[in-house]
């Protein structure tokens, strides 16, 4: 298996579990950054250290223009601000991800409550997606 479809075969391992805030762990759920980054590092992609927020993340691959599967897609409130949300294309109109919770979201209640999980949505649809990198190049 090469590393794109390793990444892609943990994130779909994930589908259901709960967003919570800060989360970075595969039994308890994860936000956003933290669902990424344990696909990435389970794909061999990502060191130990670094700053693996969304933004970080942003910041560190390659940018492409065309969403393709693997690519991650971010998001930003506004046009030039701080990158927000970040999730895991599955092809060039889905993309998985932790969403639907925020810093109120901190137990596996909460996240019922919000409707808060690892979904898969559409993200041309949605407002504020501020572009597309490829982890895998």
Not at 83 to 111: M, P, Q, R, Y
């Amino acid at each position: 298996m090469t590393p794109k479809e390793i990444a892609l075969k943990v994130a779909w391992s994930f589908l259901g579990r709960p967003y919570i805030w800060g989360g970075d762990d595969p039994v308890k759920g994860f936000d956003c950054s933290g669902f990424v980054i344990e696909c990435l590092k389970s794909a061999g992609i990502l060191p130990r250290g670094g700053d693996w927020t969304a933004n970080g993340l942003y910041n560190l691959f390659v940018r492409v223009k065309d969403p393709h599967e693997g690519c991650l897609v971010f998001w930003r409130k506004t046009t030039k601000g701080k990158i927000i949300h970040v999730e895991l294309c599955l092809n060039d109109k889905f993309s998985i991800g932790a969403s639907g919770g925020g810093s109120g979201t901190t137990t596996e209640t909460d996240a019922i409550k919000q409707n808060a999980y690892i979904k898969v949505r559409p993200f041309r649809t949605r407002k504020g997606v501020a572009g597309f990198v490829n982890p895998f190049i």
